[in-house]
Antibody, heavy 119, light 111 residues
Framework: EVQLVESGGGLVKPGGSLRLSCAASGFTFSDAWMSWVRQAPGKGLEWVGRIRKKSDGGTTDYAAPVKGRFTISRDDSKNTLYLQINSLKTEDTAVYYC??????????WGQGTLVTVSS | DIVMTQTPLSSPVTLGQPASISCRSSQSLVHRDGNTYLSWLQQRPGQPPRPLIYKISNRFSGVPDRFSGSGAGTDFTLRISRVEAEDVGVYYCMQATQFITFGQGTRLEIK
């Protein structure tokens, strides 16, 4: 059974930093493209970015609103995906979901981790 | 960026009746590889989203056949042939032809 378990969320002051983790199991993590998607309270879904598998270059793509502040990385030896968020803004308050990509479909989702940015 | 526009934003439906959601993209979703990466996701209350349909009309594993997708180019539709109580939630179209963007979501509720 595929499992994606996010962690690392919490309350952070504006301007602060946070690193989210996503522990993956039940599939070959190193073969998967992975994405982060966020959802502000009561709002819709917003794609944050993705990281390709190493055999596809391991490269990343980011949504315009987060480019330069967010960094996605992966450790295939630990089956773990990361999201480093710097210079946090109040508008970054959201549930952050880790997802796997299968032929351009976000096929598996974690339960999410809540990031709250407030002074 | 490709903008995805869904209509309606809210859809009250009677149990057992059909429902339909439209999604329009600001540019063609045909990828250079010839595929159209338009999918639909369902988000039940309090749950993460789950995939329903991929590449316009392919049902994801375990999705009931009352869900169907259609369309081409820039116009797409999700249909539910007979709405059941468990279908309540928010439905999103999503394109992955050029990065990833979502529609605003359509809330399906029972009348």
């Amino acid at each position: 059974e595929v499992q994606l378990v996010e962690s690392g969320g919490g309350l952070v002051k504006p301007g602060g930093s946070l690193r989210l983790s996503c522990a993956a199991s039940g599939f070959t993590f190193s073969d998967a493209w992975m994405s982060w998607v966020r959802q502000a309270p009561g709002k819709g879904l917003e794609w944050v970015g993705r990281i390709r598998k190493k055999s596809d270059g391991g490269t990343t793509d980011y949504a315009a609103p987060v480019k330069g502040r967010f960094t996605i990385s992966r450790d295939d030896s630990k089956n773990t995906l990361y999201l480093q968020i710097n210079s946090l803004k109040t508008e970054d308050t959201a549930v952050y979901y880790c997802t796997s990509e299968w032929y351009y479909l976000l096929n598996s989702w974690g339960q999410g981790t809540l990031v709250t940015v407030s002074s | 960026d490709i903008v995805m526009t869904q209509t309606p934003l809210s859809s009250p439906v009677t149990l057992g009746q059909p429902a339909s959601i439209s999604c329009r993209s600001s540019q063609s979703l045909v990828h250079r590889d010839g595929n159209t990466y338009l999918s639909w996701l369902q988000q039940r209350p309090g749950q993460p989203p789950r995939p329903l349909i991929y590449k316009i009309s392919n049902r994801f594993s375990g999705v009931p056949d009352r869900f169907s997708g259609s369309g081409a180019g820039t116009d797409f539709t999700l249909r539910i042939s007979r709405v059941e109580a468990e279908d309540v939630g928010v439905y999103y179209c999503m394109q992955a032809t050029q990065f990833i963007t979502f529609g605003q979501g359509t809330r399906l509720e029972i009348k």
